[in-house]
């Protein structure tokens, strides 16, 4: 049986990673790990990580008999241009250490199965930004970008030299409603259904022709479990797998909420999120997420605008803001 440790759990993946896989594998088999002193979503067996903590992780890991770990804890592409340093820190030593105690326990005979998420902020200007493939020119721009390239590197470096299981996916944007992003540059592509619901213009700071991958979070957390469910011949790509949901850009996600919502309206001020987006692909090649794990999207924009309209709470955003 799995023990499967989710550090990151308040966070906008997180949090909805631990209620699947409880329901998956049974609430006594998951535990909740974040910096903070309590679970902000109520899951029982929480723990306070800092996962810069080695010897505190060590412990969680070693009482609870851990065999998998989703370290999500980092910091996304805007919050991390406020604080370059501090990003960097968190998003590599974060990784570094989870890797380590995995590198560890192999040697002990006692394996961790280990998911970190990449991004395609690991991509840049000069990779090709339509149908970007899986092995492609990257120069990422922001540290968060640079973090996520550095940390492909290093996953396939434990992989292919310490034999660490470590698997990993290039999340597009995700769009949820059940807890607030996380200061990310697609972000809007969530802010803009809470202006919707609240009836006010939204004011979008990036471009109406934007075009960015996105994946709805239904989509993005059965992508990681299906990968970690994977067999391990059968995961070939050990930095990190494009992943491709949907693609679309800001008029084209006002279009559709308004056709739903007709009194809606979206204005533009663009502001430095823009240099971040049109860094990054617009659309993703997936074959050999495909091709080795059998991964296909399900969610397209019609069901996502329809979901999102129906489910997005208002009140999450005043959460965000607190
Ligand atoms: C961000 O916008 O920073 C993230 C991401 C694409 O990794 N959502």
Known sequence: ?????????????????????SAQQGPNSVFAAD??????????NYETIDVLDQKRLERVVDNHSVTQVYQLAAMLSVTGEAAPLTAWTLNINGLLNILELARQRNQSGKPLRIFWPSSIAAFGPHTPAVDTPQLAVMDPTTIYGI????????????????????RSIRYPGVISYKS??????????IAIFHAAKRGERYACYLGPET???MIYMPDAIRASIELMEAPAERVRTRSAYNVAGLSFNP??????IKQRVP?????YQLDYRQQIADSWPRSLNDTHARADWGWSAKVGLSELVDDMLENVDVEVREHQAA
Do not use: C, W
């Open 1 to 21: 049986m799995e023990r499967i440790l989710v550090i990151g759990a308040n966070g906008q993946i997180g949090s909805e990673l631990v209620e699947a896989l």
């Open 35 to 44: 910096i903070g002193a309590r679970s902000l979503f109520g899951h029982p």
């Open 147 to 166: 973090s996520k390239q550095a940390g492909e590197r290093l996953s396939e470096y434990y992989f292919s030299k310490f034999g660490v299981d470590v």
């Open 180 to 189: 607030p992003p996380g200061g990310g540059t697609t972000d809007y592509a």
């Open 211 to 213: 075009t960015l991958p």
């Open 251 to 256: 008029r084209e996600l006002a279009l559709a």
């Open 263 to 267: 009194q809606f309206d979206i204005s």
